[in-house]
């Protein structure tokens, strides 16, 4: 069981950048979520997929952003014109059906300067 | 709104001590309550309850449930410095509607 991996672990960006996030779920996995977690809160929900059909979408989750999963593996979360309200840790979690525990990655934090 | 309400927000214990942490939550068709430990980075997953009074127990970690009051509580006996993150409650709803998380509680065990 190799875990969920997320790249990159750090992301730095200017406000205003395009910035794109890679999730590897657990490969039994079909199911895999973004979650965003600020400072002090626990992570909100924004979106997940069932192999590669996105089937929930949270409102916090604007115009900027998009997410992906084009062949039911791997998944993209692409943040365009970051402003620092995007600041956060961005956690990825993938479960092996609706009922089980969700498995989290590392999270990649961003800063937007 | 589904809801989730972790107390204390924040614990200082010494080393030995035994601490409950409380989860309160509202949710439209309950599924499940699951507890996890979060240190630096990912949620761990501890717990997964889905009935009333039955307890789950993992080493010095046990939950319990109680779908009429609608809380849960997580002791840890005879803490340790291990002990020390953040623990996250968080709701399943049925349907459609992915976990819901509390704020979490930080909780610091000192020698």
């Known amino acids: 069981d190799t875990g969920v991996s997320q790249d990159p672990r750090h992301k730095i960006t200017k406000r205003g950048q395009n910035v794109t996030f890679r999730c590897d779920p657990i490969?039994?996995?079909?199911?895999l979520y973004w979650y965003r977690q600020t400072l002090g809160q626990g992570p909100e929900f924004l979106t997940y997929?069932?192999?590669?059909?996105?089937?929930?979408k949270s409102r916090l989750l604007s115009d900027r952003f998009s997410a992906e999963r084009p062949k039911g593996s791997f998944s993209t979360l692409e943040i365009q014109r970051t402003e620092q309200g995007d600041s956060a840790m961005y956690l990825c979690a993938s479960s092996l059906e609706w009922s089980s525990p969700l498995h989290f990655g590392n999270g990649t934090r961003l800063t937007v300067t | 709104e589904d809801k989730v309400v972790q107390s204390p927000l924040s614990l200082v214990v010494h080393e030995g001590d035994t601490v409950t942490l409380n989860c309160s939550y509202e949710v439209t068709n309950f599924r499940s309550l699951l507890w996890y430990k979060q240190e630096k980075k990912a949620p761990t997953f501890l717990f997964m309850l889905?009935?009333?009074?039955i307890e789950k127990k993992s080493g010095r970690l046990s939950s319990i449930l109680d779908k009429k009051e609608l809380f849960s509580i997580l002791n840890i006996t005879a803490t340790q410095t291990g002990d020390s993150a953040v623990y996250l409650c968080a709701v399943h709803p049925s349907g459609n509607t992915p976990l819901v998380f509390g704020k979490g509680t930080r909780l610091s065990v000192i020698a």
């Open positions: 490969s039994e996995h079909n199911r």
């Open positions: 997929f069932q192999n590669e059909a996105q089937l929930e």
């Open positions: 889905t009935s009333s009074g």
